[in-house]
Structure formats: C-alpha cells, structure tokens
C-alpha cells in the first residue's frame, strides 16, 4: 500500500523558514515525479511545487516560485519542501503524492503568522 507521510509543519513568523519532508513507502519511489499540494481552510487544494523522478527538472506554483524549492533523495524515499520567505498566505495543510496517483498522506499544518 502507498503510504506518504508529512512532517516539519509548525508556526512561523512572516519571512521565517521551514523545511517539509514526505517520507514515502509502498511503489518505487525513484521512478515516481513527486509534488507538494497544500490546503487552506474552506480553500480548494492546489499545487505548489513538482519534481521528476531523478531531482533534475522542478516546477512551482506562480505564488512560490522563488521562495521554495523542492527536492529528492532517492536513497531515503524522502521529498522535500524548503519554504523560504514565508508569508501568512502560505498557511495551510501541506501533502505530498505521486505525481501521477490520487493518494494523500495525513498532511502537515503550516501557519504563518506574527
């Protein structure tokens, strides 16, 4: 069974940092494009960030590009999510999944706010 798992939410102040990990388990993690989703309160869920199955070839969301930036290791069937500059509309759920498979982890809050 695919199983992906969320951490490394919490609080922040506006402009602080945090970095998201998805620890994922159930099918091949290196031959899967892997994307960060979030969610906020009575919000629709929307992409923020993609990446191919070897790290080489990302993609983000208009609203984060050039304050996130995701990435892989492979070796740990980990994907990352590394949140700079963070605003308080950032705040939200955050998941991640297959880039091309329906199935969602527990996902991790991110608030941001003073």
């Known amino acids: 069974q695919v199983q992906l798992v969320e951490s490394g939410g919490g609080l922040v102040q506006p402009g602080g940092s945090l970095r998201l990990s998805c620890a994922a388990s159930?099918?091949?993690?290196?031959?899967?494009?892997m994307s960060w989703y979030r969610q906020a309160p009575g919000k629709a869920r929307e992409l923020v960030a993609s990446v191919d199955s070897a790290g080489g070839s990302k993609t983000y969301a208009d609203s984060v590009n050039g304050r996130f930036t995701i990435s892989r290791d492979n070796a740990k069937n980990t994907v990352y999510l590394q949140m700079n500059s963070l605003k308080p509309e950032d705040t939200a759920v955050y998941y991640c999944k297959q880039a091309s498979k329906n199935s969602w982890g527990q996902g991790t809050q991110v608030t941001v706010s003073s």
């Open positions: 159930g099918f091949i993690f290196s031959y899967a494009a």
